[in-house]
């Protein structure tokens, strides 16, 4: 039987200043189609249920990634981010088909991701003793929204006693501990995919002899046919892509390029 994720995005659409927020875009698209390559199966819900609001800050410029484009053109996935069930519609389901529940970013979620029915939903895939991924989203600050969010993650995860670890802002960066995976940004999608296939898919995993982010992990299978998915992230490594440990300054540049927050 293969191995299924549940995506569960965000419905929140405005930040506490009023400015319009979302979903981000990359976060859900690369761990998507890096799991349908592998044969994961993938359903996406909501905590609102509907369809998925998008961050515009993820629909262009340098963070709309290759990856992202093929997913908003994915006709699969168009059909599931269009009309997607609420979370208490999947608690009333059930979730014994899932192997893993994925939390992807965007500030969207620190607006509602306090709900009831998401932190059921978490509580029960962890019980069951099931893989529990998502992001923490750690760059606030340079982005303008640290007063725009209900609380700061970093901050409060701190002050509920977990064990914080982070790496530099705008790299990749992921750690997996048992059963949970957490990520920092968006540069950090690809690794936090491949460790949640290397969690529930652990057959697949193959050494990787070399350096790098995705050091210990080879993709060994074609992509999905259902999916028309190419693999972009070697075009993106020659040109230089964020999703390859860029330089500091040149990622913080080019974040404020894109984003320009209403006056």
């Keep these: 039987m293969a191995a299924k994720v549940l995506i569960a995005c965000t419905s929140g659409t405005q930040l506490l200043d009023g400015r319009p927020t979302g979903c981000w875009v990359e976060e859900v698209a690369t761990p998507y189609l890096l799991w349908r390559e592998k044969g994961i199966q993938v359903d996406i819900c909501s905590i609102a249920g509907g369809a998925v609001p998008w961050d515009a800050s993820s629909t262009s410029g340098d963070f709309f990634t290759a990856q992202a484009a093929a997913f908003l053109n994915n006709e699969t996935a168009a059909k599931l981010i269009k009309e997607t069930p609420s979370v208490e519609e999947l608690l009333a389901r059930g979730i014994d088909s899932y192997d893993a529940l994925f939390l992807p970013g965007g500030h969207g979620i620190a607006i509602d991701g306090t709900s009831d029915s998401l932190k059921q939903l978490v509580e029960q895939f962890w019980g069951a003793g099931k893989v529990v991924a998502g992001f923490s989203n750690t760059e606030e600050v340079a982005v303008g929204k640290d007063k725009a969010v209900p609380f700061l993650l970093e901050d409060r995860m701190k002050e509920l006693g977990g064990d914080y670890v982070r790496g530099p802002d705008w790299h990749p960066f992921a750690v997996a501990s048992g059963k949970l995976v957490t990520g920092q940004n968006p540069q950090s999608s690809q690794r936090v995919a491949e460790l949640v296939v290397e969690a529930v898919l652990p057959a697949l ?59």
């Design 205 to 263: 995993k193959e050494p990787v002899h070399g350096k790098g982010p995705h050091e210990g992990f080879h993709h060994r299978e074609k992509p999905h046919e259902s999916d028309h998915y190419h693999d972009h992230r070697d075009e993106h490594a020659r040109q230089g892509a964020r999703h390859d440990a860029p330089d500091p300054a040149k990622a913080r540049s080019s974040w404020h390029q894109t984003y320009r927050p209403p006056i």
